[in-house]
T-cell receptor
Framework: GEDVEQSLFLSVREGDSSVINCTYT??????LYWYKQEPGAGLQLLTY?????DMKQDQRLTVLLNKKDKHLSLRIADTQTGDSAIYFC??????????FGAGTRLTVKP | NAGVTQTPKFRVLKTGQSMTLLCAQD?????MYWYRQDPGMGLRLIHY???????AKGEVPDGYNVSRLKKQNFLLGLESAAPSQTSVYFC????????????FGQGTRLTVV
């Protein structure tokens, strides 16, 4: 079946940029998403990008999509300790099915 | 607005017991979903509903049943719990499909011993 993959851990220093990467296999993906999960909480949608876009910027967040390589990334500028969380990549196909990656645990060190 | 509310937040069951997880949303959303989250794996869709009175199987439906008798509620039932169903369960809802945002509940941590 179709798959979404992410590395499980990322550690950065406060003030640095974080880049979380995701790859997917479904060529019919229409929308791609980044969700944030803080401890003990549900998932919160951070941002999403339509598959015909290659970049989307929202304040400290930059999403890059390489549709040819099926690669999605989330860049967080000036990472803060409050950004420590698990970040999930997800994709939605044209049947409206969503698939999530396993999540990347971002640790921000002071 | 409460958004998406799941009850209970925690539960420990013995193997073979049954229970129902309740998901309630106050956003008048048509779509509702139940996912399970296991360590090292992405969220996997158990069942979903595209409207009141409708349900459909997701990726991992075995051992679970659901009902959507009212638009605002989506119930997930375990008839005979097994240790393999130890997981964190998330409910979500969305207004429609495609680009609409899905709102998630805070999760229910279920342990089956």
């Amino acid at each position: 079946g179709e798959d979404v993959e992410q590395s499980l851990f990322l550690s950065v220093r406060e003030g640095d940029s974080s880049v979380i990467n995701c790859t997917y296999t479904d060529s019919s993906s229409t929308y791609l998403y980044w969700y944030k999960q803080e401890p003990g909480a549900g998932l919160q949608l951070l941002t999403y990008i339509f598959s015909n876009m290659d970049m989307k910027q929202d304040q400290r967040l930059t999403v890059l999509l390489n549709k040819k390589d099926k690669h999605l990334s989330l860049r967080i500028a000036d990472t803060q300790t409050g950004d420590s969380a698990i970040y999930f990549c997800a994709e939605r196909d044209n049947n409206n099915d969503m698939r999530f990656g396993a999540g990347t645990r971002l640790t921000v060190k002071p | 607005n409460a958004g998406v509310t799941q009850t209970p937040k925690f539960r420990v069951l013995k193997t073979g017991q049954s229970m129902t997880l309740l998901c309630a949303q106050d956003m008048n959303h048509e779509y509702m979903y139940w996912y399970r989250q296991d360590p090292g794996m992405g969220l996997r869709l158990i069942h979903y509903s595209v409207g009141e009175g409708t349900t459909a199987k997701g990726e991992v439906p075995d051992g679970y049943n659901v009902s959507r008798l009212k638009k605002q509620n989506f119930l997930l039932g375990l008839e005979s719990a097994a240790p393999s169903q130890t997981s964190v369960y998330f409910c979500a809802s969305s207004y429609g499909g495609m680009n609409t945002e899905a709102f998630f509940g805070q999760g229910t941590r279920l342990t089956v011993v």
